[in-house]
């Protein structure tokens, strides 16, 4: 388990620079769980009594509003984190958890996240420059949905998922994720049908493309250009 995490964790960018012994004293108490498609990893309201390290699946964090609309605002892939608010700020998890697909992840007690944090120097940095992505992604997500229209907020949720998780494909970028278009959607605050409407659109004009259920971005500087 100790080989896999730290590989995980220090794929990374906020933690490529973290010392093993920093990733063995955060591993103190960890232990590693299955979840099935569809099973809790964090409910929101709940205690944040750990931090879980992604190392298979996939996960979706989303929040529901008091009218039972869900709104997904982040697929996590391996490797990834999730879990740090809560453990630094002691307060309630403030989103819901799930795993999309069959998934695999090492939950890490609060208690050995805080002392890795008081104690490895390399880890402490780590993970301020972690929080500092989570903030500057939401402020990003926030602006996006408040004032932009769907096909722009749209163009930014995939040239993020491309930037996070891209591969190369031909002269294109894969989105290594089977997503439906009602996934899409309650991560861009539209209808399934208004997205299947913009993505019928750019594949038509090149812009993107399928491959087994994934997308390709065939032409990414298009879209980038969208949001010039």
């Keep these: 388990m100790l080989r896999d995490t730290f590989a995980a964790i220090t794929q990374l960018k906020p933690f490529a620079e973290v010392g093993e012994a920093a990733i063995a004293a955060l591993l103190h108490g960890a232990h590693e769980e299955k979840i099935p498609a569809g099973g809790s990893v964090m409910r929101r309201g709940d205690p944040a009594d750990s931090l879980c390290v992604l190392l298979d ?3 979706r964090v989303s ?3 008091a009218e039972g609309r869900e709104h997904s605002f982040r697929l ?3 490797p990834g984190i999730v879990g740090e608010v809560g453990v630094i700020d002691h307060g309630p998890r403030s989103a819901d958890v799930v795993a999309a697909v069959p998934s695999r992840l090492v939950r890490i007690p609060s208690r050995a ?3 890795a944090i008081r104690n490895h120097s390399d880890f402490a940095e780590a ?3 972690l929080l500092c992505e989570r903030i500057r992604d939401t402020s990003r997500n926030s602006e996006s949905l408040a ?5 722009l907020r749209l163009a930014h949720l995939l040239l993020r998922l491309a930037r996070e998780y891209g591969r190369p494909h031909g ?3 894969l989105l290594p994720m089977r997503l439906s278009q009602g996934d899409i959607g309650t991560m861009v605050a539209a209808t399934r049908e208004s997205v299947n409407k913009q993505l019928r659109q750019w594949r038509g004009v090149g812009i993107i493309g399928a491959d087994s259920g994934q997308i390709v ?3 990414p500087a298009a879209l980038a250009a969208l949001l010039e």
Excluded: I, W
Excluded at 147 to 151: A, D, K, Q
């Design 57 to 59: 699946g996939r996960l």
């Design 127 to 129: 993970m301020l420059r």
């Design 63 to 65: 929040v529901t509003s």
């Design 217 to 219: 971005l065939l032409a």
């Design 171 to 173: 002269t294109g970028l």
């Design 113 to 115: 996240c805080l002392a």
């Design 147 to 151: 004032t932009e229209p769907l096909e």
């Design 76 to 78: 996590v892939e391996p």
